[in-house]
Nanobody, 118 residues
Framework: QVQLVESGGGLVQPGGSLRLSCKPS????????MSWYRQAPGKQRELVAT????????TYPDSLKGRFTISRDNSKSTVYLQMNSLKPEDTALYYC???????????WGQGTQVTVSS
């Protein structure tokens, strides 16, 4: 079972930036496909970004391309989500997600709150 610890959420003004971090433990990082999801109040959880286990491939929904960037530092066993030009509609609880490519077992973090407001 993978344990995920997220950090970096907070309150930011529209147009600002935040960087979220997620550090898994319990499974070698190299075997994990890492993703970020978000869930706003009253809405379904949605995929924000994914980076493959090797780190060479990333995917985003079209609506977030250009503003959000997912990356992973294998030396630190950490995945990041850089969020720029934030909008009030980006306000949500952001979850880290890990899927082990060997077993397909997936794990969720507790979530970190991002609030975009003036």
């Amino acid at each position: 079972q993978v344990q995920l610890v997220e950090s970096g959420g907070g309150l930011v003004q529209p147009g600002g930036s935040l960087r979220l971090s997620c550090k898994p433990s319990g499974t070698p990082f190299a075997f994990l496909v890492m993703s970020w999801y978000r869930q706003a109040p009253g809405k379904q959880r949605e995929l924000v970004a994914t980076v493959n286990a090797g780190g060479g491939s990333t995917t985003y929904p079209d609506s977030l391309k250009g503003r959000f960037t997912i990356s992973r530092d294998n030396s630190k066993s950490t995945v990041y989500l850089q969020m720029n030009s934030l909008k009030p509609e980006d306000t949500a609880l952001y979850y880290c997600h890990a899927r082990d490519v060997r077993t397909t077992i997936a794990s969720w973090g507790q979530g970190t709150q991002v609030t975009v407001s003036s």
